[in-house]
């Protein structure tokens, strides 16, 4: 099983489980211990080798994990950009990156 290929569905949960006990299926197989200690491993290691940290991909393109920037606004600011970002068919997020590369570019 490669770990590039695994995908775990929206609103799944995960937990821990004892495959001797609890049988398991992974791409149309039983999943056993063995199965399950290295597929723990492949993954870490492509976690590694790829630098990722939980959360999107890169914004920059170049791989690397994009920081994140916080800030406050009044409620009504908030309740606005979300109307707009709702209208422009965005997330708040792309919408404050947006406006925030404008203004720096001006």
Do not use: C
């Not at 001797?20 to 723990?40: C, F, I, Q, S, W």
């Not at 991909?57 to 800030?71: A, E, I, W, Y």
């Amino acid at each position: 099983m490669k770990p590039q290929s695994y995908r775990i569905p929206p609103g799944s949960t995960i937990e821990d489980a004892d495959l001797d006990t609890e049988p398991a299926l992974a791409h149309g197989r039983e999943l056993t211990e063995t199965d399950a200690v290295e597929l723990a491993a492949s993954t870490l290691a492509e976690v590694r080798r790829r630098n990722l940290v939980p959360g999107r991909k890169s914004l920059g393109g170049d791989g690397r994990h994009s920081p994140r920037v916080q800030f406050r606004v009044p409620d009504s600011v908030r309740v606005e950009a979300e109307r707009r970002a709702e209208r422009e068919g965005v997330s708040l997020s792309a919408l404050a990156r947006t406006a925030l590369v404008h203004y720096l570019a001006s």
